[in-house]
């Protein structure tokens, strides 16, 4: 009987790592992420599973297994992090799935308060982070691919127009009489298709521009 009573003590620990695990998991599925309320309460619910049981293993190390529980959410984690465009893709969501299960250990350890503040500190940094605050939004550049003759100080236009200080790569042919210049340059201006054809139309020395960002 008192093994039953001591077993049921048990039990706020799994329900608190369950409820932790489903608001940190309902934030991520509002913002439409990969790994959602069932990744993140499961993830949860499985740390504080493991700590209890590495807790009472009985003569055991009571580390042992709580150790290796983050190894297994290492390994997790890599699994949803993908590199797709020149872009590393899924980091935010396996660092969060590891400090999830860090919560989930937390629990079984019995500290609740350290489990709920840790949440709460959680969701204020997602929250906060995903705000439109200039200093927490990452810079991005685009490519543009850029056709175009030069008889004088054409060049220095162009780079005056997209906000750049040089070219990434300058090509010269001959055709003819002429010599075309082909150059690639990085900007943080994004242009639209309209502005992209009034910018030729206004500069006749340009023969073409190319987005090429995504290649």
Same mark, same amino acid.
């Given at each position: 009987m008192d093994e039953i009573i001591a077993q049921l003590w048990m039990l706020p620990?799994?329900?608190?790592?369950v409820a932790l695990g489903f608001i940190i998991g309902l934030e991520r599925k509002m913002r439409s992420k990969e790994a959602g309320i069932r990744t993140h309460t499961i993830v949860c619910f499985g740390a504080a599973l493991m700590? !209890?049981?590495?807790?009472?293993i009985g003569n055991g190390d009571p580390g042992r297994i &709580? &150790?290796?529980i983050v190894t297994g959410i290492g390994f997790l984690g890599a699994g949803m992090i993908v590199y797709k465009?020149?872009?590393? @893709?899924g980091l935010t969501t396996a660092a969060g799935v590891w400090a999830t299960a860090g919560i989930g250990m937390t629990c079984g350890a019995e500290l609740y308060i350290v489990a !709920?503040? &840790?949440t709460g500190l959680m969701l204020a940094v997602?929250?906060? #982070?995903?705000?439109?605050?200039? +200093?927490? @939004?990452?810079k991005k550049s685009y490519s543009v691919k850029i056709e175009f003759s030069r008889t004088g100080d054409?060049? #220095? @236009? +162009? @780079?005056?127009?997209?906000?750049?200080?040089?070219f990434n790569h300058l090509v010269l042919k001959r055709d003819g009489d002429q010599v075309l210049y082909s150059a690639t340059l990085t900007t943080d201006n994004e242009f639209s298709s309209s502005e992209?054809?009034? !910018? +030729?139309?206004n500069n006749p020395f340009i023969f073409s521009i190319e987005r090429c960002d995504n290649d």
């Open positions: 620990e799994l329900l608190l790592s700590t !209890i049981l590495s807790k009472n &709580a &150790a290796q465009q020149h872009e590393v @893709k !709920i503040v &840790a997602q929250f906060l #982070l995903h705000t439109n605050f200039r +200093i927490f @939004k990452n054409e060049n #220095l @236009k +162009i @780079k005056e127009i997209f906000g750049t200080d040089r992209l054809n009034e !910018i +030729i139309s």
